[in-house]
């Protein structure tokens, strides 16, 4: 079946430029995650959405970034007046109720 | 969630055992020890898991010590495709999965 998708696959921006990051969970799951992974880094954790419940935003680095999830499925992150030290890898996960997330391929973003 | 140490590289023979090593000394009753595996340029994928006993599955096999602050992942006949960074993780549930740095496996022909 589809799997985890994520649009765009790489994005370049300029700096002070917004951007937003799309998510598309597999079907039926519930559980919605993003993070981020830095050159070389392991993945650092951003924000957690699951049902109808308010998100866990406690991974957020700042206030330039924020997520939405709207109908429980498609989710976007949105990072406001973007800085060099935005540019990463952002990866969505999702879960249906098992232990086990499944992840997308990521967005390539790289602030100039 | 405990926190997890690994070593950062491990090299291993193609075809034969490869033996990644977890230590969570301070895991809590309730938390799992999880295994994903992460490909140049592809997100995490997801390997095995398992609480008290030892876990096999068509990927790999979970060895969890007894006192259960130490695991090790095993592939019983690694492959180059399975050059990756491999991460151990602890949790109990909830939100966050800490993914830390990992170790990165290099499978050599």
């Known amino acids: 079946g589809a799997g985890v998708s994520q649009s765009p696959s790489n994005k370049v921006t300029e700096k002070g430029k917004d951007v937003e990051l799309r998510c598309d969970p597999i079907?039926?799951?519930?559980?919605l995650y993003w993070y981020r992974q830095s050159l070389g880094q392991g993945l650092e954790f951003l924000i957690y959405f699951q049902g109808n419940s308010a998100p866990d935003k406690s991974g957020l680095p700042s206030d330039r970034f924020s997520a939405e999830r709207t109908g429980g499925s498609v989710s976007t992150l949105t990072i406001q007046r973007t800085q060099q030290e935005d540019s990463a890898v952002y990866l969505c996960a999702s879960n249906g109720g098992r232990e086990t997330q499944y992840f997308g391929p990521g967005t390539r973003l790289l602030v100039l | 969630d405990a926190k997890t140490t690994q070593p950062p590289s491990m090299d291993c023979a193609e075809g034969r055992a490869a033996n990644l090593p977890c230590n969570h000394s301070t895991i809590s009753g309730n938390e799992y020890v999880y295994w994903y595996r992460q490909i140049h340029s592809q997100g995490p994928q997801y390997i095995i898991h398992g609480l008290k006993n030892n876990e096999t599955n068509e990927m790999a096999s979970l060895i969890i010590t007894e006192d259960r602050k130490s695991s090790t992942l095993i592939l019983p006949h690694a492959t180059l495709r399975d050059t990756a960074v491999y991460y151990c993780i602890v949790r109990a549930g909830g939100n966050q999965f800490y993914f830390g740095t990992g170790t990165s496996l290099t499978v050599i022909p």
């Open positions: 079907s039926g799951h519930t559980a």
